[in-house]
């Protein structure tokens, strides 16, 4: 019965976006040189398929333990055991449409019904062009029984499933985000 | 199906529809390619969700929150105060949270590669600004009055001005970057921008009030904008068993 305010909405972050949103160490969701970290990296795409060169691609996952230094984890909030992981990575694309962020694999995570999350990213892209972002999630490779037995991925239909799990590319990952058409990647109402 | 056995009891953000613009709004050209044309999926709010970064003074610099300090000289234009409070639903502050601005300068020029019509840049204005809200969930900036701009979306179309704001909350569910417009702007009508959000009320949310409390005499105009972000409400399972 408590009024509730009314949310503020939500506006594009327009073409001039890079003026607000570039941080120099944003793409380190660990610092260079941390045990484990790979790069991920990837195109934003178009329904045309050309490459979207005004966007920002946000990254927020677990600790390689699977756990989050933040109050509403109700296992309780404690630091990383990885040095300055700070869970977020963030980083506009460039002209020819890639980003990429320096990471290290998040564990899979409890979920309250009692299974298992596979390990994975969240994905906000935000963009000229988006008047909201759009929120996807990244699953890894070389965890088939995890994401087979994961409740979000298991539960799409076969021919998307593919769009969410990034692929091997040298010695880190490959993830294209593609907005719209042919191979749309899934993206989610949170 | 409902038993819990590992006792996650998580905040849950119930989604409020009706509030943010469609991704196809087409009256804004660049939407047209940039739209998921499949439908959303229904993410289930779990750890990754309910959690967010917490960015902290490292992000923020000492004359972050005043942008007519960052450089040699006073930038051109109207000296502004922006503030507010940064709400959940409920009314409850927001605190600590990273607030992230930009802008054009006082001609409606943004520092910035692409921005290249006759208007001047202004060698004592980037347009940057961030802090973190206070224990109340406040936030303050000193700017300038940002100008109109024109852009090429349809004949003879103007941006109303405005100044971008990003707001990350403490969870996932709360991002929000969003445009905070100035009352009584003649070009709102035809900016499908501002338009795109559906709701008249909620389209009046994104307009500041002037603020003649925060207005400083001799020196600056105040005006004040309240940011509301998605909030929780306390227990995850009660509400999910009544569905």
């Known amino acids: ?190 | 199906m409902t038993e819990t056995t590992n006792h996650l009891l998580l905040p849950r953000y119930p989604l409020v529809e009706g509030v943010h613009p469609p991704l196809d709004s087409p009256g804004y050209r660049s939407t047209a390619l940039r739209h998921p044309v499949q439908p959303l999926v229904l993410l289930p709010q779990r750890l990754t969700e309910v959690t967010g970064p917490l960015l902290g003074e490292e992000r923020v610099g000492e004359l972050d929150h005043d942008l007519t300090r960052q450089h040699e000289g006073e930038p051109q234009g109207q000296r502004i105060i922006v503030h507010g409070q940064v709400l959940e639903e409920d009314g409850r502050p927001v605190r600590n949270t990273l607030v992230e601005v930009w802008q054009a300068n006082a001609a409606g020029r943004y520092r910035h590669a692409i921005d290249n019509w006759p208007a001047p840049l202004d060698p004592d204005f980037t347009g940057v600004g961030r802090c973190l809200t206070d224990d109340r969930g406040r936030y303050r900036f000193v700017t300038v009055r940002p100008g109109a701009y024109p852009w090429r979306n349809h004949d003879n179309a103007w941006r109303p001005a405005h100044i971008h704001f990003s707001l990350f909350g403490r969870a996932f569910t709360q991002r929000l970057v969003t445009q905070m417009y100035f009352p009584g702007d003649p070009l709102f009508f035809q900016d499908p921008i501002f338009n795109s959000v559906p709701d008249e009320r909620a389209r009046q949310r994104m307009i500041a009030s002037y603020d003649h409390d925060a207005t400083e005499a001799e020196w600056a105009l105040g005006f004040r904008f309240d940011i509301v972000l998605r909030g929780p409400r306390a227990s995850v399972f009660e509400e999910e068993d009544d569905e």
């Open chain 1, 1 to 190: 019965m408590t009024t509730r305010l009314g949310l503020t909405p939500s506006q594009t972050v327009g073409p001039f976006l890079h003026i607000g949103l570039v941080w120099p160490d944003g793409p380190f969701v660990v610092p260079e040189g941390t045990a484990g970290a790979m790069w991920i990296a990837g195109t934003v795409y178009d329904g045309d398929g050309q490459p979207v060169p005004d966007a920002v691609v946000e990254t927020w996952q677990a600790d390689p333990d699977g756990r989050f230094h933040h109050p509403d984890d109700p296992r309780g909030a404690i630091p990383s055991a990885v040095a300055d992981f700070r869970g977020f990575g963030r980083c506009e694309t460039d002209e020819s449409g890639r980003y990429r962020v320096l990471t290290v694999k998040p564990g899979a995570l409890p979920s309250p019904d009692g299974g298992t999350e596979a390990p994975h990213l969240n994905i906000s892209v935000l963009a000229r062009g988006l008047l909201n972002r759009v929120v996807t999630r990244l699953f890894f490779p070389d965890e088939p029984e995890l994401n087979r037995a994961d409740p979000v991925l298991s539960a799409l239909p076969d021919d998307r499933r593919a769009t969410l799990v990034a692929e091997p590319e040298g010695e880190g990952l490959r993830f294209d985000i593609r907005l719209q058409g042919d191979g749309e990647t899934v993206f989610f109402e949170v």
